[in-house]
């Protein structure tokens, strides 16, 4: 069965950092692209970012391209999201999926929270 | 980038259709059949009921469709179910080598 589990999520000061994973589980992870959406509390989805699945090209929404980076460890089957420079607007759920064709965004983790408060 | 245009709500009886609109531009929607449309019930993760425009992923029902006229996308749902109520979203790969989502849906069943 296809897991994905996402942590790391948490209160963190505006101007601080964070660093989320998502450890995959069920499927040969090293042969998949995957992405990061969130969600702010009450809002819809915003994509966030992708890699793909040897680490070697990634995507930034503008709003975090600078801040954000994603990365990959294909031996320990996880996926991250270094958070630095924290805004309050960046406060939302964050979740990682798997997405194995361009629009297929077959696996969704259970989300984490990240809020940005001081 | 901006949103992709979708209109707040939409409602109808058990068994009736709906039709979910998703306006974008020329560089995503318009440019490629590169659309996906998502389910969300509150507190969960959001699943996927279609992709490339009009694709159906494995085991899904095909009371959804999906289809594609320049630059806005449409999600039909048939047979329309009280488990059906939900948010849907829309989402667009684009020309900036990203992807976009819409605002969101909200579905009533009457």
């Known amino acids: 069965e296809v897991q994905l589990v996402e942590s790391g999520g948490g209160l963190v000061q505006p101007g601080g950092s964070l660093r989320l994973s998502c450890a995959a589980s069920?499927?040969?992870?090293?042969?998949?692209?995957m992405h990061w959406v969130r969600q702010a509390p009450g809002m819809g989805l915003v994509w966030v970012s992708r890699?793909?699945?040897?680490?070697?090209?990634?995507n930034y929404a503008d709003s975090v391209k600078g801040r954000f980076t994603i990365s990959r460890d294909n031996a320990k089957n996880t996926l991250y999201l270094q958070m630095n420079s924290l805004r309050a607007e960046d406060t939302a759920v964050y979740y990682c999926a798997r997405v194995p064709e361009t629009t297929l965004f077959d696996h969704w983790g259970q989300g984490t929270l990240v809020t940005v408060s001081s | 980038q901006s949103a992709l245009t979708q209109p707040a709500s939409v409602s109808g009886s058990p068994g009736q259709s709906i039709t979910i609109s998703c306006t974008g531009a020329?560089?995503?929607?318009?440019?490629?059949?590169?659309v996906s449309w998502f389910q969300q019930h509150p507190g969960k993760a959001p699943k996927v009921m279609i992709y490339d425009v009009s694709k159906r992923p494995s085991g899904f029902s095909n009371r959804f469709s999906g289809s594609k006229s320049g630059n806005t996308a449409s999600l039909t749902i048939s047979g329309l179910q009280a488990e059906d109520e939900a948010d849907y979203y829309c989402s667009s790969y684009t020309a900036s080598g990203t992807w976009v989502f819409g605002g969101g849906t909200k579905v009533t069943v009457l």
């Open positions: 890699i793909s699945s040897d680490g070697s090209t990634t």
């Open positions: 020329s560089s995503d929607v318009g440019g490629y059949n590169h």
């Open positions: 069920g499927f040969t992870f090293r042969s998949y692209w």
